[in-house]
C-alpha cells in the first residue's frame, strides 16, 4: 500500500475539517495556509471527496467546506481508496484471491499481498477522523512535555 501526496493531503484537509467541525465551514485558504498544501491541489482533492459526497461546500464570501457527516463516521480506509484506490499493491482483495486461486507457482506471494492488504486495512477502517483528532493531540502534547523538560 502507498499514499500518494494527493492521499497525504486530502486526510489532512479532513483532519482540519474534523478538527473544526463544530465551527462549520472552514475556508479552503485555511486549510491550504495552516496544512502547507498548495490551494489549487487542494481544491481539486476537495471536489474529488465533494462529488464521493465526504465534504459539503458552500459559494461566496461567507463559504467554505465541512464534513457531510460527523468525524466519527469517516474512517481513513474510505478516503484512501477514493483518493488513491485499493489498499492492496496489486488491486483489491478479490483480485489477490483470484490470483492466489490461479498463479501457477507463487501464490503464496499474492497470500502474503492479501496478508498486508488486510492488516492495513483493519487499521485503517477502525481509524475515524475523530481518532486522528485525538492522536494529533496527545502527540503533540507529548512533544511539548518531552521539550519542556
Known sequence: MKI???GLYALKALVHLAAAYERGLVKIHEIAEQEEIPEKFLEG???TL???RVVSSQRGREG???LRRPPEEIVMGEVVR???GPLAPFGDAVELQHRIRTEPRQA?????FLDVRNAASAILDKTTLADLVQRNARVLAGRAVKGGA
Open 4 to 6: 500518494s501526496h494527493r
Open 45 to 47: 482533492i476537495l471536489v
Open 50 to 52: 465533494k462529488n464521493a
Open 64 to 66: 467554505g467546506y465541512r
Open 82 to 84: 477514493i483518493v488513491d
Open 108 to 112: 503464496g506471494l499474492f497470500q502474503v
